[in-house]
């Protein structure tokens, strides 16, 4: 196995085995400062006096064993409720970067305009036009029945999904956000795990109810997109002196939700505890790619990310491996955030200013 | 050439020899515990007293030589019947992987909504935009006419194809399964062989007729698959302990119709004989891609393959080469199942977790 940084290398004493299991691979370094612990518990991965988690450990324990006895869509099915006439680039690389993470199937559910143009971009991916937006859509009555059609079909293909990822490039029309929040309804009944983005946290912020209260609704806003929803529901401005204490009321606001705040580092919180992921984004490892990344908002793709590390999360917890205490959603959004920073500063890496999402989304499974 | 496993290497020695034909390289190394004789009478390569088949020295054996005396089309014009509004990965992947094989033409004909996107995905296929879905469709008279083109169109095409592949992403719209029953009937009466896969096999399970007793008829079910049509024709269950001897009743059941069974190991049977194959499937090889690419649906691509080889063992046996015995159809199955899995497991190796579907075509050329 090769060293990404010599000084850090955790397993070049391992010279002989060259394959392994890719993810170990991919993290074939530990980060600055952290210690890792293969065997340690999970707690103190995330409830540790530090703020930092230990976002690698997290991953490598989450992460499902490529075993032969595991069976078809173990591995993950998730579903990109997003794409519209306007915008088809977001739940493309949503629904791809799941793939590429190693979900078994990954669904995009979008407008019919927006269909044609996102199955083009990879035959991989199973797209579904059922979405419509005002503009074609002539009446009430019309309304009414293209909503109870659309509700229909992403109903038949719920109960095999283990997450959503809502909003990715979801426009704002008005009756295409009614029967998003009709969907977002029916997932919430049945107990499948949200993770909001894009327009989706525009429609949410909007109607705090779709999630409040909801354990397994994960909103991942950018700077501005929190801003939003820190004046809705703490009517406030951000305070970034004391971020995590407003991270924390803010999840405890909509009723305990989890929030992954995006930015130099990842802030992570259940309104219970606050955890922060750093690594691979500092300025002083690779010349500020943080901040040219997220400037060019070249990260938003976290969403589908949590989706399938949450995914893996519930399975390791109900599989008895964790501690029942532990919550998966702040679990998925750790290693979810630790897997496409490090995939985003590999990127960086080769193409600097030049990076683009698509070559962020090649390194997902690259070492 | 290079070694892939050093003790298993067989064509080591050649080490001047650095580009051939590009079956030989995809096979420089034979399975675990298979002698390779290449002048090996085929009889004793498929009725053994093993139930494992030399697949590789059937591939090698029905491969024809890359010989500059053949005319165009004699390596094979394949038509893949399948693609609709909903599905236009499957249909790509099956027509892109005969090309990728070494078929000289392959065609798709699928709806008019899908042909845009699978025409997108490559200017190598030939894309007929012809089939259509009930909601297209106004009355019975509109049906009756449609009906009649979608066939005649077909039929100016089918005396040229060496093997249809009716299924993948053909989805379940009632008057375009009647449809593709026609020209299944037709493919039939012109002594075309048809492989089945996907969707054609939902068709062909509830309409046994459209293959029973056709002796160029190959039916490629997965797990679920395999199991409704053991409930239909031999009214049980399925029965893993004496897997082999239940495919021989079902090949029989269905008249002598050829199955591969997809799995870990892929059986094969036309009623009259039984053979697997499981090289480059073993967990013990691969950490165990075997279950996760089919988990995956990595591998349903194995119909293009079977296609490909099926049309080569027919010329194969028709050049006097062969034995007149021997069943084309097995002989197509046990090296289309070969390749494939080779395939799969080169793009594993590179790829683990992240392999896609795209990864595994893109094997198929390569050593």
Same mark, same amino acid.
């Given at each position: 196995?090769?060293?990404?940084?010599?000084?850090?290398?955790?397993?070049?004493?391992?010279?002989?085995?060259?394959? !392994?299991?890719?993810?170990?691979?991919?993290?074939?370094?530990?980060?600055?400062? !952290?210690?890792?612990?293969? #065997?340690?518990?999970?707690?103190?991965?995330?409830?540790?006096?530090?703020?930092?988690?230990?976002?690698?450990?997290?991953?490598?324990?989450?992460?499902?064993?490529?075993?032969?006895?595991?069976?078809?869509?173990?591995?993950?099915?998730?579903?990109?409720?997003?794409?519209?006439?306007?915008?088809?680039?977001?739940?493309?690389?949503?629904?791809?970067?799941?793939?590429?993470?190693?979900?078994?199937?990954?669904?995009?559910?979008?407008?019919?305009?927006?269909?044609?143009?996102?199955?083009?971009?990879?035959?991989?991916?199973?797209?579904?036009?059922?979405?419509?937006?005002?503009?074609?859509?002539?009446?009430?009555?019309?309304?009414?029945?293209?909503?109870?059609?659309?509700?229909?079909?992403?109903?038949?293909?719920?109960?095999?999904?283990?997450?959503?990822?809502?909003?990715?490039?979801?426009?704002?029309?008005?009756?295409?956000?009614?029967?998003?929040?009709?969907?977002?309804?029916?997932?919430?009944?049945?107990?499948?795990?949200?993770?909001?983005?894009?327009?989706?946290?525009?429609?949410?912020?909007?109607?705090?109810?779709?999630?409040?209260?909801?354990?397994?609704?994960?909103?991942?806003?950018?700077?501005?997109?929190?801003?939003?929803?820190?004046?809705?529901?703490?009517?406030?401005?951000?305070?970034?002196?004391?971020?995590? #204490?407003?991270?924390?009321?803010?999840?405890?606001?909509?009723?305990?939700?989890?929030?992954?705040?995006?930015?130099?580092?990842?802030?992570?919180?259940?309104?219970?505890? @606050?955890?922060?992921?750093?690594?691979?984004?500092?300025?002083?490892?690779?010349?500020? !790619?943080?901040?040219?990344?997220?400037?060019?908002?070249?990260?938003?793709?976290?969403?589908?990310?949590?989706?399938?590390? @949450?995914?893996?999360?519930?399975?390791?917890?109900?599989?008895?491996?964790?501690?029942?205490?532990?919550?998966?959603?702040?679990?998925?959004?750790?290693?979810?955030?630790?897997?496409?920073?490090?995939?985003?500063?590999?990127?960086?890496?080769?193409?600097?200013?030049?990076?683009?999402?698509?070559?962020?989304?090649?390194?997902?499974?690259?070492?």
């Amino acid at each position: 196995m090769q060293q990404l940084k010599p000084s850090n290398c955790l397993l070049g004493s391992s010279s002989i085995i060259r394959r !392994q299991h890719f993810l170990i691979r991919v993290l074939g370094c530990s980060s600055n400062n !952290q210690t890792h612990h293969h #065997q340690s518990r999970m707690n103190s991965m995330i409830c540790g006096s530090d703020l930092e988690a230990d976002a690698l450990g997290i991953l490598r324990s989450i992460t499902p064993a490529l075993d032969p006895s595991r069976y078809k869509g173990q591995a993950g099915k998730i579903a990109v409720i997003g794409g519209c006439r306007e915008y088809t680039g977001a739940p493309y690389f949503s629904a791809i970067s799941a793939l590429k993470i190693g979900a078994d199937l990954s669904h995009v559910f979008c407008t019919k305009d927006a269909a044609p143009v996102i199955k083009s971009y990879s035959p991989e991916l199973i797209v579904h036009p059922i979405l419509e937006e005002s503009y074609s859509v002539r009446d009430d009555e019309d309304k009414r029945s293209i909503s109870d059609d659309v509700l229909a079909e992403v109903v038949t293909w719920m109960e095999r999904f283990d997450c959503l990822v809502v909003g990715p490039g979801l426009g704002r029309d008005p009756f295409l956000l009614d029967c998003v929040s009709n969907i977002m309804k029916h997932a919430r009944q049945s107990n499948v795990p949200i993770v909001i983005d894009g327009d989706g946290l525009f429609l949410v912020t909007n109607c705090l109810d779709l999630v409040s209260g909801y354990p397994l609704a994960i909103l991942t806003p950018n700077v501005n997109e929190y801003k939003r929803l820190v004046q809705k529901v703490l009517n406030c401005e951000v305070n970034d002196e004391d971020a995590p #204490q407003q991270l924390l009321s803010l999840a405890k606001g909509i009723g305990g939700v989890t929030i992954l705040r995006k930015g130099k580092s990842d802030l992570i919180s259940d309104g219970e505890t @606050v955890r922060s992921v750093s690594i691979y984004g500092s300025p002083r490892r690779c010349g500020g !790619q943080g901040d040219i990344l997220s400037g060019r908002q070249l990260c938003p793709y976290v969403d589908a990310s949590v989706a399938v590390f @949450v995914s893996w999360a519930r399975q390791y917890i109900s599989s008895g491996k964790g501690e029942s205490a532990m919550n998966p959603t702040i679990l998925g959004c750790i290693a979810g955030s630790a897997l496409m920073r490090k995939a985003a500063s590999l990127a960086f890496e080769n193409e600097r200013r030049s990076t683009l999402t698509g070559d962020i989304i090649e390194c997902l499974g690259r070492r």
